[in-house]
């Protein structure tokens, strides 16, 4: 059974600082999804990393992904308020043709402060 | 396109009465995902359908939570009866589910339904 662990689960920034999200799965897989979560709302899409030594950027926030160590990592460069959310990873369990089913992390709930 | 469109937002009811949730996927999406969020249990895919087969309903707690997709353009999630435990908010996703070897297969949620039964 595919199991994915993000660390921390909670963290508590601030503005300006750097720090990285961890995400580890504990079967082989090709697709790692990074979503993110506001208080109430939806999950929203982030970044899809689909091969081993996949690395994506938007503003702030780059994830990159290991498939060898298993690991995917979400930093945030400079962290500003507007970022405080839960961030999830997600684990496609199929290798080859997805189906979509995808297993979620708990997710890591980010604070930033000023 | 109107995302993947949920109803209802919010549901509360008693114990032991019939609880149904609506979803409209989003068009030409192939795949569809109930998921159920908590604080304790994160999120868990409850089951999903591909071209409206059901595919893994293993997520499916007990005999007292069903779905069906009609059509490719339906879903629904039905709990008979409910229980306090069944209290969390429950998510529709749909993804186009290319069928591609090595694609992405990004899901797009709906908004949530947040049951709570008393």
């Known amino acids: 059974e595919l199991k994915v662990e993000q660390n921390p689960l909670f963290l508590s920034m601030q503005e300006g600082k750097n720090y990285t999200i961890y995400c580890n799965y504990s079967?082989?897989?090709?697709?790692l999804y990074w979503y993110r979560q506001d208080p109430g709302k939806s999950l929203e899409s982030l970044f899809v990393l689909l091969s081993n030594g996949a690395v994506k950027q938007e503003g702030r926030l780059m994830a990159s992904l290991d498939t060898k160590a298993r690991l995917s990592t979400l930093h945030i460069t400079a962290a500003v308020h507007d970022l405080s959310a839960t961030y999830f990873c997600a684990v496609d369990p199929l290798r080859g043709r997805s189906q979509g089913n995808l297993i979620f992390g708990k997710g890591t709930k980010l604070s930033v402060k000023p | 396109d109107a995302g993947v469109i949920q109803s209802p937002r919010h549901e509360v009811t008693e114990m032991g009465q019939e609880v149904t949730l609506r979803c409209k996927p989003i068009s030409g999406h192939n795949s569809l995902f109930w998921y159920r969020q908590t604080m304790m249990r994160g999120l868990e895919l409850l089951i999903y359908f591909n071209n409206n087969v059901p595919i893994d309903d293993s997520g499916m707690p007990e005999d007292r939570f069903s779905a069906k997709m009609p059509n490719a353009s339906f879903s629904t999630l039905k709990i008979q009866p409910s229980e306090p435990r069944d209290s969390a908010v429950y998510f529709c996703?749909?993804?186009?589910?290319?069928?591609?070897?090595?694609?992405?297969?990004?899901?797009?949620f709906g908004a949530g339904s947040r049951l709570t039964v008393l």
């Open positions: 079967t082989t897989s090709d697709r």
């Open positions: 996703a749909s993804s186009p589910n290319p069928g591609q070897s090595s694609g992405a297969n990004v899901l797009t």
